[in-house]
């Protein structure tokens, strides 16, 4: 039984879910719980799990109900079970059922899966295929900043993570771009290295739902490392160690309202996220470690305290290339963005002396329904990107039109503007050719964005102290 064919028999149980009330956001946690028992049951793991709180406790014919059991159980698991991550996992945990007899359908459903064909693929990629399938079908909702899987493995390979290494998502999801360096690094080398030498890898994730569906994730992948459900502009990164490579897609918007407070140690106060997440990655780096991340293009643009973040990280880092990625990938936010790649100099080595800028966008189709990303479409950046994974390789800009080059001082004379243009622009898409929901879903988004830019600025004016 092929990992389509499992993750489409397991997300059908859903339809179970829905009929009993749960909404589509509360699908995939409550699919967890009972997952995360089945597989420890198929794999040996129950070891992780304390007394009366395995798989066949829960589907013991015995006086009592299955939904009372299932929610003692829930408790106990988050309380008592022996395994940090375990407890995690199970962290505040409610169940969503509301009749015992939708609970014992999942859970008959559950067991009528062929496990043996299922580990033999990989419970891991099972359960990413299930991510991925809830993104899919959450069109004007969740996963609206979900990195496509093609997108993501290229950024990985030509970062190329290696052994010993730790690699740090700060703005983690469900931990996409971790495993995805967890397979690179298990393609290039033996498992006898790698359990010699494993890497390490951090992950923060603050929203509650989307940290169990990441801790989930990196488990049945046999990951191991620091994970915090927490705010990386907080200080809760204070408890990570400086990473050799950070990979990442912040998440998009102005902070406002918080009554956490902010890290004191990032240059440059703002209410703009991701120019507050690219301090701390770029800050967070040791020397001679490297990163790539996914940002909006108004952070290459924006004056003010745009300007200052991006001379401050091409004075400190070498920031050698940036692609400019194309329409649609990201569905329900109608933004154009970019990754930026760069790396922190060790002592002596210079920063920023040039820009090497690849243009995937213009003239470029859009990405929508029906029109998938795919491996093939970065095939050319990470070919011409070359094997340095500090973006040092010998590059010629006159064998793709695509790829130019742009000296320090070219972009200090356009006041550190790293919008980079030169392509002739063709015909262009027209809005009205895209899909009705992600016409909707852009509009959508951009009344949050705007609402969130006027919450920042009501924010901003209220610590400002009055005038005496």
């Excluded at 199970?90 to 496990?115: C, M, Q, S, Y």
Aim: aromatic share 8%; with cysteine.
């Amino acid at each position: 039984m092929s990992i389509p064919v499992v993750s489409k028999r397991i997300w059908s149980l859903c339809h179970v879910l829905r009929d009993d009330g749960i909404v589509f956001h509360k699908f995939l946690s409550e699919l967890t719980y009972l997952l995360f028992l089945k597989i420890a049951e198929e794999t040996g793991r129950e070891n992780l799990l304390p007394n009366g709180c395995h798989w066949s406790d829960l589907t013991a014919d015995v006086d009592g109900g299955m939904l009372g059991r299932y929610r003692k159980m829930l408790t106990t698991l988050g309380e008592d079970a022996p395994d940090h991550v375990v407890r995690e996992i199970f962290r505040f945990p409610t169940t969503v059922f509301n009749h015992e007899e939708n609970l014992r359908k999942v859970v008959d459903g559950i067991n009528a899966i062929d496990w043996h064909e299922a580990k033999i693929d990989g419970l891991g990629a099972v359960y990413e295929s299930l991510l991925q399938r809830s993104v899919a079908e959450a069109r004007s909702g969740a996963g609206q900043y979900f990195t496509p899987r093609p997108l993501v493995d290229a950024m990985v390979s030509v970062l190329k993570p290696g052994l010993g290494e730790t690699i740090q998502d700060p703005a983690a999801g469900t931990a996409g771009f971790l495993i995805s360096a967890q397979e690179y690094i298990a393609s290039k080398h033996t498992k006898a290295a790698r359990e010699k030498n494993p890497p390490r890898y951090q992950s923060i994730e603050i929203e509650g739902d989307t940290y169990r569906l990441c801790l989930m994730n990196m488990f049945l992948h046999d990951m191991e490392g620091q994970f915090i459900h927490g705010d990386a502009l907080t200080e809760d990164a204070a408890a990570l160690t400086a990473p050799d490579v950070i990979i990442a897609n912040p998440p998009f918007g102005s902070s406002a309202g918080g009554a956490r407070a902010r890290r004191s140690d990032l240059p440059f106060p703002t209410s703009n996220k991701q120019l507050l997440f690219l301090q701390h990655i770029y800050l967070a780096l040791k020397p001679g470690g490297r990163a790539a991340v996914v940002l909006p293009d108004n952070v290459l643009f924006e004056d003010g305290v745009g300007r200052r973040v991006r001379k401050h990280l091409m004075d400190t880092c070498n920031v050698h290339t940036l692609l400019r990625l194309p329409g649609g990938i990201f569905y329900a936010a109608d933004v154009k963005t970019s990754v930026l790649f760069f790396s922190r100099p060790r002592e002596g080595e210079p920063a920023t002396r040039q820009m090497w800028v690849y243009d995937l966008r213009t003239n470029m189709q859009r990405f929508r329904k029906g029109r998938n990303l795919t491996n093939e479409v970065f095939a050319d950046f990470v070919r011409l990107y070359g094997d340095d994974p500090l973006g040092r390789s010998q590059r010629d800009d006159a064998i793709d039109p695509r790829f130019r080059v742009f000296s320090r001082e070219d972009i200090s004379e356009r006041n550190d503007n790293l919008d980079l243009r030169w392509l002739p622009e063709g015909h262009r898409e027209e809005l009205d050719e895209r899909e009705p929901e992600e016409i909707l879903a852009a509009l959508v988004q951009t009344l949050r964005s705007a609402l969130g830019d006027v919450e920042a600025i009501a924010a901003d004016l209220d610590r400002v102290p009055n005038a005496e």
